[in-house]
Structure formats: structure tokens, C-alpha cells
């Protein structure tokens, strides 16, 4: 069964840290472009970073530049999240999706090919 599974989740304090990661199963995640969406309760999903199958294109939104790094070990078959300076408002339900396209992608309406559950963060004192 093809699927992404995300972890790292967690209760940390504001300017903490985490790592946020997406594992997949099933299927050769070194051909997708991996997105990270997050979805806060009350607001519509929000796409937060994305990297290219081959890592080599990386998008930010405004809101995390310069604090969330994203990145791929394809041999692993993983893409991970680093969040550092967490704010509260970064609290969220966080998702990664894949789909089979080299370009990254960081609109939440896109036809992705695969969707994890997602892993919750909280950024809370």
C-alpha cells in the first residue's frame, strides 16, 4: 500500500524547535515533488514549504522564511521539516503530500498523488 506517513510532532515552547518528517512507503518518493501544508483550526489549508524531486527547487511562504528548512534523502525515501523560532501561531495539524511532477508545488488545491494524515504542533508556553 502506497502511503506517506508524517512524524516529529509535538507540544514545544515558543522559539523552540522541531523536525517534522515525511516517510514514504510504497512507492520511490525520489521521483515527487514534496509539498508541507498545514492546516490551523478555523482556517483553510496553507501551503508552508515544498522542494522538487530532485531537491534542487525549494519554496518558502512569507511566514516561515528564514525559519522553517526543508529537505530530501531520497536513498531514505524521507523529507523532513526543520522548524526553528516557533510562534504560536505556527500551531497546526502539518501534512505533506506528494506528487509525481519534477517542479514543487505549494498551492493546497493542487491534484496531489498522495496525501499523509498529518502530525499535530503545538506552540504553546
Known amino acids: 500500500q502506497s502511503q506517506l506517513v508524517e512524524s516529529g510532532g509535538g507540544l514545544v515552547q515558543p522559539g523552540g524547535s522541531l523536525r517534522l518528517s515525511c516517510a514514504a512507503s510504497?512507492?520511490?518518493?525520489?521521483?515527487?515533488?514534496i509539498g508541507w501544508f498545514r492546516q490551523a483550526p478555523g482556517k483553510e489549508r496553507e501551503g508552508v514549504s515544498c522542494i522538487s524531486s530532485r531537491g534542487r527547487s525549494i519554496k518558502y511562504a512569507d511566514s516561515v522564511k528564514g525559519r522553517f528548512t526543508i529537505s530530501r534523502d531520497n536513498a531514505k525515501n524521507t523529507v523532513y521539516l526543520q522548524m526553528n523560532s516557533l510562534k504560536p501561531e505556527d500551531t497546526a495539524s502539518y501534512y505533506c503530500a506528494a506528487v509525481e511532477n519534477p517542479l514543487c508545488v505549494l498551492s493546497p488545491t493542487y491534484a496531489m498523488d498522495y496525501w499523509g494524515k498529518g502530525t499535530l504542533v503545538t506552540v504553546s508556553s
Open positions: 510504497g512507492f520511490t518518493l525520489g521521483y515527487y515533488a
